[in-house]
Nanobody, 124 residues
Framework: VQLQASGGGEVQTGDSLRLSCTASGRTSSSYAVGWFRQAPGKEREFVAAITWKGGAPYYANDSVKGRFTISRDNAKSTVYLQMNSLKPEDTAVYYC?????????????????WGRGTLVTVSS
């Protein structure tokens, strides 16, 4: 499974961005796609994830819930992360990832395939 993330950029506080993650290769073996982010000097953290075959998406607690929305377009093998009301603390490199098997939860170690990150910078 190959993953390609795009859509990052530099925005102002309160602005919106939509990230895209397009999967290719053996996507049939991929159960879900998750978004993670890593800010400078911090550990990589879970943001949101969604399965390809239905089921409710899940989000990190509080930090993004209500502002970020994850969705998918199976026909395009693409997962989106709509980010609204962006804050400076959302500044990070955002990665999309896929588990090698089934449910992987929020632990990045549960994800086997990673795309190259896309940088999101939110200025105040």
């Amino acid at each position: 499974v190959q993953l390609q993330a795009s859509g990052g950029g530099e925005v102002q506080t309160g602005d919106s961005l939509r990230l895209s993650c397009t999967a290719s290769g053996r996507t049939s073996s991929s159960y879900a796609v998750g978004w993670f982010r890593q800010a400078p000097g911090k550990e990589r953290e879970f943001v949101a994830a969604i399965t390809w075959k239905g089921g409710a998406p899940y989000y990190a607690n509080d930090s993004v819930k209500g502002r970020f929305t994850i969705s998918r377009d199976n026909a395009k093998s693409t997962v989106y992360l709509q980010m609204n009301s962006l804050k400076p603390e959302d500044t990070a490199v955002y990665y999309c990832a896929a588990p090698g098997g089934g449910f992987a939860g929020t632990d990045p170690h549960g994800y086997s395939y990673w795309g190259r990150g896309t940088l999101v910078t939110v200025s105040s």
